[in-house]
């Protein structure tokens, strides 16, 4: 766990350009960080990239820390969150895992854990079923919906991501939510009926 008060106090010495400073700070917070860029881009080698991408960030705009901050650890989080967006957008996307690699935790993202249709989809055919769904959600719906759910952006987040406006990514992962539900629960019928 990362103190906040030892990470304010390495992030002003990395202001005065301190090397030690930065090192001791990169081994402390390296870990941490690497799971949240993980967490977003998916690939070990593209997280890596994401937090090598974040620290030269840190290092060369360390003065827009302000030192009042509650929460210095977020800062830098907020610094990886936002390459590992930038990472997966348009540009780079190709490079990013696609969607369908993880339909797994996606599913259980988006259905609640209680409901029926999660209780009977099950092993290959739930993670088939959903990425079957998922292909047939509008582009727009599905981007939206992966990016809220699986990369943790919220609605504000996903507007300004998208450069779209919040009533409008609202709208599109609502109803991505409930053309997914509708697609899962109606492959849970033609499953009941082959039986």
Same mark, same amino acid.
């Given at each position: ?13 990395t202001i005065?350009?301190?090397?030690l ?6 081994r ?5 960080l690497?799971?949240?860029?993980l967490?977003?881009v998916?690939r070990r ?6 937090l090598?991408d974040?620290f030269?960030?840190i ?5 827009s820390?302000d030192?009042s901050?509650?929460h210095?650890?977020?800062w ?5 969150r936002?390459r ?6 348009s540009a780079?996307q ?8 993880d339909?797994d935790?996606?599913?259980a993202q988006?259905l609640?854990p209680?409901s029926s249709?999660e209780?009977? $989809?099950?092993g290959?055919?739930? %993670? #088939?079923s959903l990425?079957?769904c &998922?292909?047939?959600?509008e582009?727009?719906? =599905?981007? +939206?919906?992966v990016l809220?759910?699986?990369?943790? $952006?919220?609605h504000?987040?996903l %507007? #300004?991501?998208l450069?779209r406006? &919040?009533g ?5 992962? =609502?109803? +991505?939510?409930q053309?997914?539900?509708a697609?899962i629960e109606?492959?849970?019928?033609? %499953? #009941?009926?082959?039986?």
């Amino acid at each position: 766990m990362l103190d906040d008060l030892d990470v304010r106090r390495l992030l002003l010495s990395t202001i005065s350009r301190d090397p030690l400073a930065f090192e001791e700070l990169y081994r402390k917070a390296a870990p941490l960080l690497l799971a949240v860029a993980l967490r977003i881009v998916g690939r070990r080698e593209l997280a890596e990239e994401v937090l090598h991408d974040a620290f030269l960030k840190i290092w060369h705009n360390a003065r827009s820390f302000d030192p009042s901050a509650d929460h210095p650890v977020a800062w830098m989080v907020a610094i990886v969150r936002n390459r590992a967006i930038d990472l997966i957008s348009s540009a780079d996307q190709a490079r990013a895992m696609p969607i369908d690699g993880d339909a797994d935790n996606v599913l259980a993202q988006l259905l609640d854990p209680a409901s029926s249709a999660e209780q009977l $989809l099950e092993g290959g055919q739930r %993670a #088939r079923s959903l990425r079957d769904c &998922l292909a047939g959600l509008e582009a727009p719906q =599905r981007q +939206a919906l992966v990016l809220a759910y699986h990369h943790g $952006l919220s609605h504000v987040d996903l %507007a #300004r991501h998208l450069n779209r406006p &919040l009533g409008t990514v609202k709208s599109w992962v =609502r109803r +991505a939510l409930q053309n997914l539900r509708a697609c899962i629960e109606g492959g849970l019928g033609e %499953a #009941r009926e082959a039986r």
